[in-house]
């Protein structure tokens, strides 16, 4: 009893640096209260004393904000850091070296008895505010982004933001096929789309962004062999006239762009629209 109460309290050292002493940790942090008040509880329900440990279950949330239900299984070393509102259901199996940060649910999705709950396996970490709904698996070492939802199996070693998660970084990432890209042209026809992708890097990278990026490069491409291909045919036959493809105007794309401008920032002051008055005279003006 006592080693395992010396592992947890060490587990609290390891992940959290405002830890300071022996003393602090076990006095001054919920969520190893509500551990320790579940394992008490988790006994006393396999025991069949099941009322017991449910009031020992909603004593510990009054004292902690932290409800776990009696019967979840819980590993070695688990971490619960600030706590208030992490809400573990009845079937949930949580491994070794599990993190959880506040907010935190682990919930189901179904009122039919039997396994309702995810389980987490050893060294998964979850971030402030997420949910993570239904009887399926969250991989080792697995990482799951503040207030995610994910409602589908994460496999080992993944990274898993946004609602719904998404897996954004595996641990073992399939091979991409490398596009050669020209860095200036590509920022040109971004531009054409009023695209940016807003600082999108490997280390948070946001997937839809990501996804558009990936569109636009793969345009980009498209462009540079039908260029290729259209000056192949004039050197082949000297009367090939080359058609211009249509230019993609600012005023086609004024109403989204406005949306984006309004949502994710300040209207961009240099953008041209192109209107019609009354008499067919063309103005130029912003916005």
Known sequence: MFQRLREDINSVF????????????????????????HRMAHWLWKKHLKWLARTLSTFSRWLTGIEIHPGAK?????????????VIGETAE????????????LGGTSWHKGKRHPTLEQGVIVGAGAKILG?????????????????????????????????????EPDAAAVLDIDPARREAICQKFGFDAYGVSEDMPDPVARSIQ???????????????????LRKLDASYREGKLPELRDEDFADILDDV?????PPKPNRQTTRKDEKGDVHQGNG
């Open 135 to 171: 009887p399926f698996t969250v991989g080792a070492g697995a990482k799951v982004g503040s207030n995610a939802v994910v409602t589908k199996e994460v496999p080992a070693g993944a990274t898993v933001v946004g609602i719904p998660g998404k897996i954004v970084k595996r641990e």
């Open 74 to 86: 819980i590993g070695r070393r688990f971490f619960i850091d600030h706590g208030m509102g992490v």
């Open 14 to 37: 390891a992940r959290d640096p405002a830890a300071r002493n022996f003393l602090e940790v076990l006095t001054n942090y919920p969520g190893l209260h509500a551990l320790l008040l």
């Open 214 to 232: 990936a569109m636009l490069d793969h345009m980009h491409a498209v462009d540079e062999r039908i260029e290729r291909m259209c000056g192949t």
């Open 261 to 265: 401008d309004a949502c994710c920032g």
């Open 94 to 105: 949580v491994g070794d070296d599990v993190t959880l940060y506040q907010g935190v649910t």
